[in-house]
């Protein structure tokens, strides 16, 4: 079945250092969406991204789809303390639009030293 | 955009036992899933509650372990039967409206089996 591996696990960063997660499916997806899920909370919505090499940036986040569409990134600029969380990159396979399912990466931990 | 009621928010339960876990969304949405992720872990799909019919679970979840119920648009429950510790987990309800892209959560329900 369809697999969404993200890596890296953990980051630790000080704060004002830039941070990357990325993320790569076995199959090609129709898009990928992103979350961020705080300690203790649950994963709110960041952003989705559709087209082929699509770039969407979000003040100091980037978003990126690959061109052949199984893989993505997510740059933060100048980490800042309210970074802190785990972020999810989660894919919808082709022939999947209509049914909405989700397949979540492992997530990326990230913990900013101020 | 949606708002998704959980509960219990937690609980600890005798092995052996049941517990039904309910999923209340503000407004009436398409597609309604349940997933559990353990502590620090990502997110892993149980089941596609569908409005008047069977739920469809994933590879690995069974109905009779996790028996799932949506009478209507806007509710759901899912029952973790027969539990053991190793049903210890968090269990996050998740909603989609067909027009819209993004995935709302609950809050969750952290359960502990004893």
């Known amino acids: 079945g369809q697999q969404v591996m993200q890596i890296p696990q953990y980051q630790h960063v000080q704060e004002g250092e830039d941070f990357t997660t990325y993320c790569n499916s076995s199959t090609t997806l129709s898009n990928i969406q992103w979350y961020k899920q705080r300690p203790g909370g649950h994963p709110v919505f960041l952003i989705q991204l559709v087209k082929s090499g699509e770039v969407k940036k979000q003040k100091r986040l980037t978003f990126q789809f690959g061109e052949a569409k199984k893989n993505s990134s997510l740059h933060i600029t100048a980490t800042q303390t309210t970074d802190v969380g785990t972020y999810f990159c989660?894919?919808?396979?082709?022939?999947?639009?209509?049914?909405?399912?989700?397949?979540f990466g492992q997530g990326t931990t990230l913990q900013v030293k101020p | 955009s949606a708002v998704i009621s959980q509960k219990p928010s937690r609980d600890i339960c005798q092995r052996g036992t049941s517990l039904t876990i309910q999923c209340q969304v503000d407004s009436q949405v398409t597609m309604m899933f349940w997933y559990r992720q353990q502590p620090g872990q990502s997110l892993t799909l149980i089941a596609t509650a569908n409005q008047g019919s069977e739920a469809t679970y994933e590879s690995g979840f069974v109905i009779d372990k996790f028996p799932i119920s949506r009478p209507n648009l806007t509710f759901s429950t899912l029952t973790v039967s027969n539990m053991s510790p190793e049903d210890s987990s968090i269990y996050l309800c998740?909603?989609?409206?067909?027009?819209?892209?993004?995935?709302?959560f609950g809050q969750g329900t952290r359960l502990t089996v004893v």
């Open positions: 989660a894919g919808r396979g082709l022939g999947s639009s209509n049914t909405g399912k989700l397949i």
């Open positions: 998740s909603a989609r409206d067909f027009m819209n892209t993004e995935a709302f």
